[in-house]
């Protein structure tokens, strides 16, 4: 099967001239939504057509309305208060008597309580509590319910803790790269505080080389930072790092994975 939420059982794997088979599919809607299409490889000895593909597609509709769907907290700087509130609404689409009897965050710095309940719909305030750990944060509030269609639901939510500096991507990829190339990747470091500034940098291994250009757009200091892997790399894996040194107190070392695998030609 194309994904561990469709099951297929034979009822018999080895089928006579002129005789019919079947195979039973079981499909797992999980945390799915909307429009779905999902397969199932028939592998035999037929020698005109030793794989087919079965098709199992449909839509699922959710009972538990939700909005916003997902929660986005945005950027918030570090060194600031982080708490910020996101107002839901939740109602069933077929329960006359909808009730949520669980509300739990994935996160211990979520908060959830519910504002208000009139006929079955609900409003619940989410906040984001004092939450400082610089970088991306995600995770679900998951939602037990009397609903008979949908017992189980859930509200994704992410954000980012913004430091002094922000430097993207956090790891970089270089592939698969064939022996004697010379692939180029360029990683963007954002200054988010005045007076910060990237004062050194640091790579390793000795095949990777960084050239760094420093740049102001409308008050907005930035750094490009281009990384060259020169045709001289060790074939097999590479597992290498870039070191940014800052004035920053809050972020003085910056380390980014740097990852991929060198083949010979």
Do not use: W
Not at 49 to 58: E, N
Not at 202 to 218: C, R
Not at 232 to 239: D, F, I, P, Q
């Amino acid at each position: 099967t194309s994904c561990g939420c469709t099951a297929a059982i034979l009822t018999n794997k080895t089928i006579p001239p002129g005789k019919t088979g079947e195979i039973k599919a079981k499909f797992n809607s999980g945390s799915n939504r909307g429009n779905i299409k999902k397969s199932i490889t028939v592998l035999s000895n037929d020698p005109g057509t030793p794989s087919y593909k079965l098709t199992i597609s449909g839509e699922i509709i959710e009972d538990i309305n939700i909005k916003p769907r997902n929660i986005n907290f945005g950027s918030i700087a570090a060194d600031t208060n982080t708490e910020k509130t996101v107002t839901v609404t939740i109602k069933s689409l077929s329960e006359p008597d909808f009730k949520i009897n669980k509300i739990t965050p994935s996160q211990p710095f979520i908060d959830t309580s519910i504002v208000e309940e009139k006929d079955g719909e609900y409003i619940i305030k989410v906040t984001l509590k004092n939450y400082h750990k610089i970088g991306r944060f995600s995770g679900k509030i998951n939602l037990v319910t009397n609903s008979t269609k949908q017992k189980k639901s859930n509200i994704p939510f992410n954000g980012e803790i913004a430091g002094d500096v922000t430097a993207y991507p956090k790891r970089i990829y270089y592939g698969i790269v064939i022996e004697g190339k010379e692939p180029i990747k360029k990683v963007f470091v954002k200054i988010n505080k005045e007076g910060i500034k990237v004062l050194d940098t640091k790579i390793s291994p000795d095949f990777l080389s960084i050239k760094t250009e420093e740049e102001y757009e409308q008050n907005s200091p930035h750094y490009l930072i281009e990384i060259r892997m020169h045709k001289e790399a060790a074939v097999g894996k590479l597992n290498g790092l870039l070191e940014l040194y800052t004035n920053s107190k809050q972020q003085p070392v910056i380390k980014i994975p740097i990852i991929g695998k060198v083949i010979k030609s």
